[in-house]
């Protein structure tokens, strides 16, 4: 079974990269992103809350996600693989994903980092907060207010996985299908 975490800062592809990783090795996408962002478009009381956050460029409390993660992976307990993208974002949530895993007889099989240098992140979310809709694309503080999130609560997790030998580095830099490619070819490496 194959499990892929797909690792990296707000703009840096992860959505872009999943699906297609997705669509090639029969996976199920899991984005914590998206599923918020559907609450909200529910107008669910979660939805409500994670806003004000999101909002605000900040990660939502652990519980919040971790309880939805959770849901998915029981919801979809037939399934040849995941793609998580987004998840984890904190130490906890990376904890609680190994023990929901484990729990399942299952484990995270790699994780796939892609490396954007700040700046070609910032335009390329500006970029998207022109038609998007998304609220935290459109203002520049909040992009950047994310990226410093990430370095402070995410970053963190690289640590985590290259400790366990799950860690790969991929340029994420240059046009999405030579970044597919990359990410592809480091996936051959374990599924051939
Ligand atoms: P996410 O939905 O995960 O959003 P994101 O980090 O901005 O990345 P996304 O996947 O959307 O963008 P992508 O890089 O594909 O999170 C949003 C918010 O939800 C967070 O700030 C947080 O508040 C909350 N949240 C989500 N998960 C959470 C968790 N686990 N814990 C706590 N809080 C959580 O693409 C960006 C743009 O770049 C797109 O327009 C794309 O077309 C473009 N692009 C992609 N690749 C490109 C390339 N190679 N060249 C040019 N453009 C490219």
Known sequence: MLNIVLFGPPGSGKGTQSIQ??????????????????????????????????????????????GMIGSKLDENNKAGGFIFDGFPRTIAQAETLDELLEDNNISITMVLALDVEEEELVKRLLHRGKDSGRSDDKNEMIIRNRIKEYHNK???????????????????????????????????????
């Open 154 to 192: 995410t970053t963190p997790l690289l640590n985590y996985y290259q400790k366990q030998n799950k860690l790969s580095n991929v340029k994420g830099m240059g046009n999405i299908e030579d970044i597919f490619e990359r990410l592809c070819n480091k996936v051959e490496v374990i599924v051939r």
């Open 21 to 66: 990783l997705r669509d090639r090795y029969g996976l199920i996408h899991l984005s914590t992103g998206d599923i918020l962002r559907s609450e909200i478009a529910a107008g669910t009381d979660l939805g409500l809350r994670a806003m004000q956050l999101m909002d605000k460029g900040v990660l939502v409390p652990d519980e919040v996600v971790v």
